[in-house]
């Protein structure tokens, strides 16, 4: 094998590092976008045997948004494995734990149960905040965009921009806002 | 009862021989095959010798060994017309000459040490020709060295069966041997039919061996950066890409630009071997190699 071939065949099977920031996204239809990463089904060399897949370094996942009251509703199922062992974690309890773990969960649920999974869930790093390690920074390589648009608040505006956006009528002068 | 003593007759055998098998449960029979397999593996040692080694039986000494029939089908089954003789000639080496005369016997021919040295000659010269209209000179040489050596040549002469019709106190020839018949056959060739009917064989037999082959298999600058900046001066390497740095899988992706022209790309598992890699990919470029 030429000394060419040999780097080929190194760049072929190279990890890609990926970096998502998880602030208000869906954690459920991110997972189905990290898992394509994760198990590198969107590369040609793709196989379920064949170990081509990259790591997802996700941020901010402290501040996912679930849709529509999911955070009331969604109920994570645990038994012990001893009598009267079951127990029933509301979603935001369950964030409230630990606030990389819904996301987790849903990464974990997305995919298939068989063999590689557990593999596969060990390329995926969560951190609650963008506090990353150092060394995880140095191997990223590549940004995933985000589905959903980070919507913006009206405190993250500054005065001015609030009082100059065009108004369609202006408050009486002796008008009191309560 | 009477089985019960037939069973304890052959446990009071077993146990004479001076091993008594414990865990032992039913032989269903005696295994009739152990005996002759080692006679004969016995003999088949005893022939070996203290060497280890089995020593082929040159064809040559079967009964029904003909020489004359052998030579003419080698030239047959190759498509070319040989001139009996001089194939004959190019056959005989000169230590097999030496050979005969030393045990009285009358031979003609003088060996094919002349035709070796002709043979090689077509060879080296047609090979570099042919290169020579694809390849700088580099390049020429290496792949000319990498054909003409004798274990390449020795190759296609075994394939082309000339192992057991050549003529030398030897057997099984040496690869040197068998090498420098082939050039003699290449020779006996040229002189029997036409130079350019010679080199079509040449072609064919030893061009053919680069097939499969890609030209950075057989030749390769050892510092490729360093060499390509012996052919181009303007050259500047730069980053473009890199992946899991701090991991054992490092991939790095770096170019070689000239003037803001992006010439080649090369990977590696740090940044020295990926610009080597982007200098071998620019010098493919350069001396459009495949």
Redesign the interface.
Known sequence: MSSLKRVQQWATFARIWHIYDASWQNPFQSAGLLKKYLMGTYKPIYHPLNDCGDHVVVINSGDIALPGDEWKKRVYFHHTGYPRGASWTLAWQLHKKDPTLVLKKAVYNSMDGNLQRRYTMERLHIYPDANVPADIMKNISNQLATPREVPKRLDHYSEKEVEEFPKIMDYPKNYILR | MALQRQGLNLLRRISIHGTTFTNRTDVRSYKRWVAPTLKELNIRTKKIGDTGEVKPTPRSSFLEWNYDAEVFAFGKRLGEEFNQDLLRKALMHKSYVNLQELQGNAVQSDGNTDLIKKGEDIISKYIQLELSKKYPDVIVQAIHNYLTDDNMLSHVGVHIGLKDIILTPEYPPETATIANTFKAVVAALEESSSLENCEKFVKDFVLAQLNGK?V??IW?PEQPYKYLKGIKSDIEPRLC???????I?A?Y?VGIYSNKQLLGL????SVD??K??AA??VI?KIYNIK
Do not use: I
């Open positions: 890609e950075f298999d390769e890409n890199q992946s899991a740095a701090k991991t899988l991939n992706q090369g990977w590696g598992e071997v990926a080597d890699m071998l990919n493919q």
